[in-house]
């Protein structure tokens, strides 16, 4: 085996992010909190995303933003990604995109930037990682 495959990719979910409403609204649809959940859940796929290009490129660390809109009907609808690597923020946009938050009736569609970093384990010795806290209950 290869020493990529005896250590733990480390992905560490920034907890910050910026929502922007389409239309002014009182509250706004889509909370941060419910978008750190759906992240925290899809953490297996975007490490997965993130091993692909690890592998041919051991030391490929950084930050990947996903960028996308949640309508009223809780799709996602235009997520996109960018950042360290192009094809590792392809395969998290398209995981994103496979997202459906709950609806909210009545709600402007909302639009969302969420940081992610990226970063093997020999790259983060010596730091404290960011981490994300377990999903709050429903």
């Known amino acids: 085996t290869t020493k990529l495959e005896d250590e733990k990719v480390r992905l560490d979910l920034l907890q910050k992010g910026t929502l922007k409403q389409l239309k002014a609204s009182k509250d706004p649809f889509v909370k ?3 978008v750190r959940r759906f992240a925290h859940v899809a953490e297996p796929a975007f490490t997965a995303c993130y091993q692909v290009r690890l592998a041919a490129e051991p ?11 949640v309508d009223a009907d809780g799709a996602v609808r235009g997520a996109r990604a960018h950042g360290v690597d192009a094809e590792v923020a392809s395969c998290m946009a398209d995981v994103a995109a496979s997202w459906k938050l709950p609806a909210q009736a009545g709600r402007v569609p909302t639009q969302v930037s969420y940081p992610l970093l990226v970063a093997p384990p020999t790259a983060l010795r010596g730091q404290r990682p960011l981490r994300l806290p377990p999903p709050a209950a429903p």
């Open 32 to 34: 941060l909190a419910l």
């Open 59 to 69: 030391t490929l660390a950084g930050t990947i933003t996903l960028e996308f809109t």
